[in-house]
Nanobody
Framework: VQLQASGGGSVQAGGSLRLSCAAS????????IGWFRQAPGKQREPVAS???????HYPDSVKGRFTISRDNAKNTVYLQMNNLKPEDTAIYYC???????????WGQGTQVTVSS
């Protein structure tokens, strides 16, 4: 699976951004698709996931502010990020997992910068 991420940028605290992840296959065929982020000097961490049964998961740090969704017609998954905080500043990566083949795919990162 090839993933193409886009939509990063710079915003002030309290602002919003929407990231897009275009997949080379139907997102319904992907067991779990989601987003990770990595801030400078920190480990990569998950921020949202969406299963092929539409189950979602968010860590407490973004719960209530971030929403993951999909557009089946466009083979695209979105991450709507609202009420952004400076600590959300990171490179965001799209990620996909296929359980049957035990494979994972990463998209290129997209930078999100939130200023106070």
């Amino acid at each position: 699976v090839q993933l193409q991420a886009s939509g990063g940028g710079s915003v002030q605290a309290g602002g919003s951004l929407r990231l897009s992840c275009a997949a080379s296959v139907s997102t319904r065929s992907i067991d779990v698709i989601g987003w990770f982020r990595q801030a400078p000097g920190k480990q990569r961490e998950p921020v949202a996931s969406l299963s092929n049964s539409d189950s979602t998961h968010y860590p407490d740090s973004v719960k209530g502010r971030f929403t993951i969704s999909r557009d089946n017609a466009k083979n695209t998954v979105y991450l709507q990020m609202n009420n952004l905080k400076p600590e959300d500043t990171a490179i965001y990566y799209c990620h996909a997992v296929s359980i049957a083949t035990l494979t994972e795919s990463w998209g290129q990162g997209t930078q999100v910068t939130v200023s106070s």
